[in-house]
């Protein structure tokens, strides 16, 4: 495994990063745009390790890569191996995750797809819905 992620990381070009993150950012959805721009976020800082560096390029390559475990053309799953791989790789470097990063990524990514819709409370309607039975 070792190999493909050097094989990922290796293919990983800034250039071909930002052209599949805007041609398929409506396809790939908020979740896995956001996700991916923490990760080239964070490989930009200056006290990111070599190491999570090369953690992050692997996992963007495999992102941007047209072989992957399920393609991206594929109706509404096409993404979920790219996002399994992002979050994986988020978890490994997560500490080189700042909020300054996280933030820059959440304004991108409002840039790009408005701001998050608001969260219903569900617990708050479920009890709504007993009160009124």
Known sequence: MSEEKNE?????????YWQKLKGFASKAGREV???SLQLYYAAQGEDTPLWAKTVIYGA??????????VPDITPIVGY???????????????????????EQ???KA???FGPEPEKENVAEEDDSIVDEQ
């Not at 990922?8 to 250039?15: C, G, L, N, P, R």
């Not at 978890?91 to 996280?102: L, Q, S």
């Open 8 to 16: 990922y990381a290796e293919a990983y070009s800034e250039a071909s």
């Open 33 to 35: 745009v956001e996700r």
């Open 60 to 69: 963007l390559g495999y992102f941007i890569s047209i072989i992957d475990a």
């Open 80 to 102: 979920t191996d790219d996002l399994g791989v992002l979050v994986a790789a988020l978890a490994a470097v997560a500490v080189n995750v700042t909020p300054e990063v996280k």
């Open 105 to 107: 990524a959440k304004e």
């Open 110 to 112: 409002v840039d790009w």
